[in-house]
T-cell receptor
Framework: KAGVTQTPRYLIKTRGQQVTLSCSPI?????VSWYQQTPGQGLQFLFE???????NKGNFPGRFSGRQFSNSRSEMNVSTLELGDSALYLC???????????????FGEGSRLTVL | AQSVSQHNHHVILSEAASLELGCNYS??????LFWYVQYPGQHLQLLLK??????LVKGIKGFEAEFIKSKFSFNLRKPSVQWSDTAEYFC?????????????FGQGTELSVKP
């Protein structure tokens, strides 16, 4: 079956702009998580959505937001971009049903954002 | 706060050498533990996981990891590495009672295997 799909794969923005990244999870997966990967900070959890509701949130400023649609597809938005937002943004999906063990995360290839 | 520490930033080995990558976590409660691998140009994928039971878990491609609760460690091992094991390896932890996709990752260890 198809894996996690992220678009766009690469993008360049300038400071102050905003960006929207998209993620299509594996069919049947209802949980979508977002991570920021940078050489200095590694992989940091941004937020997780399950059934269109934010279920967990990391320690990022309010400029970072997300949403999930009824078909489980998710978007994340970063407003007022800063140079430090340059990173690889990874989306991961999982079954993660309530009452079950946290499941295996299936990652997409990421969206590489460069902020100039 | 939860945290994960991977001791080695970059490890260089020759083929057939044995591998052990260290991982220590900081968390006061019951945890689930994972090792993920990222091969060059590919997405992150699960290598192995520990939820409960036998503390020695086996994963794909001959990797195994041992959970030592008293040491808060979950070290990754492979008796004989191959050139194709060249990749970045990430240890991750989550609360046993966390639902869903919130994992705390270590900084990663880059493994280079020389043919």
């Amino acid at each position: 079956k198809a894996g996690v799909t992220q678009t766009p794969r690469y993008l360049i923005k300038t400071r102050g702009q905003q960006v929207t990244l998209s993620c299509s999870p594996i069919s049947g997966h209802r949980s979508v998580s977002w991570y920021q990967q940078t050489p200095g900070q590694g992989l940091q959890f941004l937020f997780e959505y399950f059934s269109e509701t934010q279920r967990n949130k990391g320690n990022f400023p309010g400029r970072f937001s997300g949403r999930q649609f009824s078909n489980s597809r998710s978007e994340m938005n970063v407003s007022t971009l800063e140079l430090g937002d340059s990173a690889l943004y990874l989306c991961a999906s999982s079954l993660a049903l309530p009452g079950l063990e946290p499941g295996e995360l299936f990652f997409g290839e990421g969206s590489r954002l460069t902020v100039l | 706060a939860q945290s994960v520490s991977q001791h080695n930033h970059h490890v260089i080995l020759s083929e057939a050498a044995s591998l052990e990558l260290g991982c220590n976590y900081s968390y006061g409660g019951t945890v689930n533990l994972f090792w993920y691998v990222q091969y060059p140009g590919q997405h992150l994928q699960l290598l192995l996981k520990y939820f409960s039971g036998d503390p020695l878990v086996k994963g794909i491609k001959g990797f195994e990891a041992e959970f030592i609760k008293s040491k808060f460690s979950f070290n990754l091992r492979k008796p004989s590495v191959q050139w194709s094991d060249t990749a970045e390896y990430f240890c991750a932890v989550t609360s046993r009672y966390n639902q869903g996709g919130k994992l705390i990752f270590g900084q990663g260890t880059e493994l280079s295997v020389k043919p």
